[in-house]
């Protein structure tokens, strides 16, 4: 059958589409990117935003039309929006076949070949923690490959739906990712990407008290991926700051393959706003681990996750949260208009700031942002960087783009040695808005 997957939200969920559409192949299904072509159309959603939430809803909804004139087709939800509302959204949407939560997702083409049979509606929103392992298989090889380390979240954020949706924190064993990781380099991966939505709680049994300053498991994971002959490059995301203890630090600066790049959330500047979202750090805190991971790493950037306009945010911590940002001085950062989610903590208290408050706040970091980028890319012109080889610009088909370690984007010429998944230096001699620009380097 032909299949039509569309993902929403998160890293971890267009992970799963990937693996999920690599399974179904297993299974002699072949995928698409039409929706008319399609005989199953597959969407999985995320939960973690309002805005996520509808504009999934509303493409679902979309489809009654397609049903009508193909009324064999079928058409699924999984990820964190079925895990959510399971039964509501069969009977919210007549047309649609199935409904699959997060701890189910392996199973879409035993639910596809049921239905085929027996046209039944379904809805199945329970965990299988133990199962965590069986969508491991990659997808098509590529010069990339992601692999989720973890899944689910013990930290209950105040304002976050995650740990209800994706469940307890689970870490999957060692040796399965770097078998993993391994049959993947041996396909042609160079940089690994290491997903869990607190990533750098790996291996600690979703204890949630960070640990003592010598015991990491995250970092002996790094530390043997390091290991793997023909793998360049490590990223992770998300890791949680008071995570990053002498021992992962240590690591980090040590394993030449890992980057210097951490997206490090923060949420907010000011320690009674981290106080009612239950983040366990303060603002002072997180400077200083900064302050710590940069006297480790000179070269690292960070970017982040910050939310405008929680309950009881004033202008005043509004003002922190600016300020912070500027200390640190990310050079990237998602800024989230707080919205509350059904079931989360924050939900049960009002949402006191306006809309149009939020929308200001939200303008006024963005700009912040801007302007920031902006300089932190002209200080590159001039210098040589290094770039892992991506392929074709998608805005411009004469160039290529790489990315640096640092998480920089960088366009070039390529010559008649360029190759995606390779390194490669180029000279900048040009900034952008949000990428840099440079003559690529011949091989030594
Ligand atoms: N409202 C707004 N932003 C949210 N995030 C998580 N929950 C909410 C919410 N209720 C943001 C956080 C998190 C990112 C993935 O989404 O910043 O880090
Ligand atoms: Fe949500 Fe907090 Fe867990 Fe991140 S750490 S997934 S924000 S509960």
Redesign the pocket.
């Known amino acids: 059958m032909k299949i039509f997957i569309k993902t929403y939200g998160?890293q971890m969920n267009e992970r799963d589409s990937e693996a999920l559409g690599a399974m179904l192949c297993r299974n002699g299904h072949t995928l698409t990117d039409v929706e008319k072509d399609a005989d199953v159309l597959l969407f999985n959603t995320c939960s973690?935003?309002d805005a996520a939430e509808r504009k999934a809803k509303g493409k679902i909804g979309f489809m009654r039309k397609l049903k009508k004139q193909k009324p064999e087709i079928i058409i699924g939800v999984l990820g964190c929006m079925a895990q959510r509302l399971g039964d509501e959204l069969l009977a919210e949407l007549p047309h649609l076949d199935f409904v699959l939560g997060t701890g189910q997702i392996h199973r879409v083409p035993e639910m596809i070949e049921n239905i085929q049979k027996t046209r039944c509606r379904v809805s199945e929103t329970e965990f299988f923690p133990d199962e965590i392992e069986m969508l491991g298989a990659h997808g098509e090889a590529s010069w990339s490959g992601q692999i989720a380390i973890t899944r689910g979240c013990n930290r209950f954020c105040s304002?976050?739906?995650v740990p209800y949706v994706r469940g307890r924190e689970v870490s999957r064993s060692r040796e399965s990712i770097l078998a993993e990781a391994r049959a993947m380099v041996d396909a042609g991966v160079r940089e690994i990407l290491l997903l869990g939505q607190n990533v750098a709680a790996y291996g600690l049994n979703g204890d949630i008290r960070p640990p003592a300053d010598d015991h990491s498991p995250f970092a002996e994971l790094l530390e043997e991926l390091n290991e793997i002959p023909g793998l360049l490059r490590i990223r992770y995301t998300?890791p949680y700051v008071s995570y990053f203890n002498k021992r992962l630090i240590s690591a980090l600066a040590n394993c030449s393959k890992v980057c210097h790049n951490i997206h490090l959330?923060l949420?907010s500047g000011s320690d009674r706003i981290l106080k009612a979202m239950n983040r366990q750090y303060t603002a002072a805190g997180y400077l200083e681990k900064v302050a710590e991971l940069r006297q480790a790493i000179p070269d690292l950037t960070f970017s982040t996750?910050?939310?405008v306009g929680f309950p009881g945010e004033t202008e005043e911590d509004f003002n922190m949260t600016r300020q912070l940002m500027n200390e640190v001085g990310f050079e990237q950062a998602?800024i989230?208009?707080?919205?509350?989610?059904p079931g989360?903590k924050?939900a049960e208290i009002a949402d006191t700031v306006s809309e149009e408050v939020k929308l200001e706040r939200n303008n006024i970091l963005l700009d912040d942002l801007k302007a920031r980028i902006s300089g932190k890319l002209q200080t590159l012109s001039g210098s040589v960087v290094e770039v892992l080889v991506e392929g074709v610009s998608s805005r411009n088909q004469e160039r290529w783009t790489g990315r640096t370690g640092t998480n920089f984007v960088v366009h070039f010429e390529p010559d008649d040695d360029c190759v995606p998944g390779t390194l490669r230096k180029v000279e900048v001699s040009r900034s952008g808005a949000v990428s840099v620009s440079g003559k690529l380097l011949p091989l030594d």
């Open positions: 998160c973690v935003r304002y976050c739906i998300s959330p949420q996750d910050v939310i998602f989230f208009k707080y919205s509350p989610r989360a924050s």
